[in-house]
């Protein structure tokens, strides 16, 4: 897909690649289709027919992917070259529903000694589908940038209808169902939250040394001028001492005394 299409590339930090693809990104999807499919099974009844049960959890892996997929992008673990929802295009969200709905129907619908053909027609059906949306409405339609106001109200509607369909029919799951879906969402999140924390952590390291010299009484309006140069305030101060020190003796004009 990405080689064909180009529409998006995942991050240079990424190893064990078949090609573009790094060999983690099934590895993570899989269970979060599974899961999703446990969750649907849990929400319909016991007899049902496979195409119900394709159609609920390919909406299920859709609401999921639109949770992740902005997620990941601001984490830098890939990017889409195309606008859409949140960084992302609705194709790409879409696009993991189709996998989950081809790989479900293909499963139910498979006699059991041939459930094994779903590794190579699953992703195959997929690719169809998402060829005859793309260019049967989303190559038209919903490719400028989506508000964060309109994508927000979304998926707040979206999580709503999700909460209320699963306290209607009561579903319950057992903790091995639920602890795949626990791990894919903390292995998306961590990442995210990786970077804000760093750059709190510095600012606040370099807002203690600040504070210490205006405890003793020097204010240090060169060192604050040399942060703002580097945009690195605690690393300006580690790398340069000695310079952040002579632009605050010279700003304040005053002799500098002997060590």
């Not at 699953?122 to 998402?130: I, K, N, Q, R, T």
């Not at 580097?230 to 300006?236: D, E, F, M, R, V």
């Amino acid at each position: 897909m990405i080689r064909a299409y180009g529409f998006y590339a995942y991050a240079p930090g990424w190893h064990l690649r078949v090609d573009h693809v790094p060999l983690l990104i099934p590895a993570i999807w899989a269970p979060v289709v599974l899961s999703s499919r446990a969750v649907a099974r849990a929400m319909l009844p016991r007899e049902t027919s496979p195409w119900r049960e394709a159609l609920l959890v390919g909406a299920l892996v859709t609401f999921d992917a639109a949770l992740i997929e902005p997620i990941a992008v601001r984490a830098g673990l890939w990017r889409w070259f195309y606008p859409g929802v949140l960084s992302v295009p609705v194709i790409g969200i879409v696009g993991w529903g189709c996998f989950a709905f081809a790989a479900t129907w293909l499963q139910r619908a498979l006699p059991r000694e041939r459930e094994w053909l779903t590794v190579f027609l699953a992703p195959l059906a997929s690719h169809a589908m998402v060829l005859a949306l793309w260019w049967g409405a989303l190559r038209w339609a919903l490719r400028d940038p989506v508000p964060f106001t309109s994508a927000a109200v979304a998926l707040g509607v979206m999580s709503a209808a999700y909460t209320l369909a699963i306290a209607r029919t009561g579903a319950r799951l057992p903790w091995r169902e639920l602890l795949p879906r626990a791990a894919a969402t903390l292995f998306f999140a961590a990442p995210s939250r990786a970077g804000p924390t760093r750059r709190w952590w510095r600012g606040r390291r370099c807002s203690r040394r600040r504070g210490c010299c205006s405890a003793r009484g020097r204010s240090a309006p060169g060192i604050d001028a040399l942060c703002t140069r580097t945009g690195s305030p605690g690393q300006a101060w580690r790398s340069s001492p000695r310079r952040a020190r002579a632009s605050h003796w010279r700003s304040r004009r005053v002799p500098r005394p002997h060590p």
